[in-house]
């Protein structure tokens, strides 16, 4: 039987190599398109590492190919989702798109917090989060996936099971490694000036903010760090407990959720969780601590696997009917 196919737009980036990886590795699927505009005309397995027997192929021929294959996944920036996406759905692929040019409901929010104004929202309303530890039931067989961003992902994760039991206004601090920039290269993101130095950015601003209160109907005041590492995500998120709420009720609240969810690991407490326990892979590590009616939860990711190229996967699997860990089981990364 023939596997499905498998476009990947937007290949050249970090979340696009990634995908690539594991489209090229995935035993249920066929990698059938790369586009790219730097790397067009060359060898996929030179630059992703993968015996792939293909060539990247310019963006809009990318795009003409893309619309025949049963997955397009769309691995560029916002704006640039924002206009392929309404040319790909209704036309057979599924759409699964990494960037947050579909994680809202509201378009109007879009102008403030991705800087364009939206003009596709009927398809806002089509879209399925692709947070399959929530969303699971809506992704099987669904046409259009937004896939969470990495610092949702982390936070949401951690949070989900809290929400109810403690006051809906969380803080939360993360770090993440330089890849989550994106491979654009700047004078900011180069080695002289991240070697070294950890530094806040968009504080109470970033973009990721809205789709986490979306999800958890909560207030999120978020301040996020760059640190000098190549990938990898820690968040830590401090609540306060509702009245009566013992550590018991919130031990039993995360295991209950996560008891049977296959990339999901729950530590010991919060001093357990670090980002080397899950870079390379699909797992999200997740650990609390109490005290009195402090709560802290931290997660760990990758960025650039369950925070963008293994989750996009993992969502493909689901609305192809596929097994949901297929072809994210192995350890490596690049970079």
Known sequence: MQRPSIAILGASGYSGVELTRLVALHPGVELAVCGSDRWADEPVEKRAGVAAGLRYVAPDRALELASSCAVVFCATPAEVSHEVVPRLVGRGPIVIDLSGAYRLRDASAY???????????????????????????????????????CYATAIELAL????????????????????????????????????????????????????????????????????????????????????????????????????????????????????????????CKLGFTIE????????????LVKGAAGQAVQNANLALGLPETTGLALRGFHP
């Open 111 to 149: 102008a403030r917090h991705y800087t364009f104004e939206h003009r596709h929202a009927a398809l806002l309303g089509e879209a399925v989060y692709g947070l399959p530890e929530r969303n699971r039931d809506q992704l099987a067989g669904a046409k259009l996936i937004a896939n969470p961003g």
């Open 160 to 283: 989900l099971p809290v929400v109810g039991l403690a006051r809906d206004r969380f803080i939360v601090d993360a770090v993440s490694g330089v890849t989550g920039a994106g491979r654009k290269a700047t004078e900011d993101m180069s080695f002289a000036e991240i070697a070294g130095d950890v530094r806040a950015y968009r504080t109470l601003h970033h973009q990721h903010v809205p789709e986490i209160e979306q999800l958890l109907e909560s207030t999120i005041h978020f301040v996020p760090h760059l640190v000098p590492i190549a990938r990898g995500i820690l968040a830590t998120c401090h609540a306060e407990l509702a009245p009566g709420v013992t550590a018991q009720a919130i031990r039993a609240s995360f295991e209950h959720r996560y008891a049977r969810e296959p990339f999901v690991e729950l530590a010991a407490s919060a001093d357990a969780v670090a980002i080397h326990d899950v870079v390379g892979t699909n797992r």
């Open 292 to 303: 009195g009616d402090a709560l802290v939860v931290t997660a760990a990711i990758d960025n």
